[in-house]
């Protein structure tokens, strides 16, 4: 069930908050992405990434990762607490994104999504991303089960 509205806040992410990101990793995917990796990422001068924040109480809700290059942006990873799931907290994300990829001169983005995850499949569809490939066994799951990432582009 998803939570009251509360006020979402996005802004950037910086180092600072990278243990926050890896928490929320942590509890949104099957394989956590370690403090120390997100913080490397977050400092990289490729990196775009903007966090979701609640303001009463405090608390990150959501993040997005991505890294540019030259005219293209890749989301590496966008994650949504579950008590804020389907409440507009991804919607805001990959807008805040696009909004400032858009103002770095990003022509397209990529991301890859794993074939059965059909939320995220709609959100990026209902934002104007199409399906330009599929990645065969792209992910491992625990007990050595493989699923297709599917290639999702949109252009800018």
Known sequence: MPEKRHQIRLQQATAEYAGDISALHGRVFEK???AEGVRRLLEHPASVALIAATESPWRVAGFILAQLTADEAEILS???ASISQRSGV???LVRGLID???RKGVKRVFLDV???NEAAIGLYAKLGFAQMGRRKD???HAGGQREDALL???NL
């Open 100 to 102: 400032t990829a858009q």
């Open 114 to 116: 794993a074939a059965s």
């Open 78 to 80: 966008l994650g949504v």
């Open 90 to 92: 991804g919607t805001q």
């Open 138 to 140: 792209y992910y491992s």
């Open 152 to 154: 999702m582009v949109r």
């Open 32 to 34: 956590a992405w370690d």
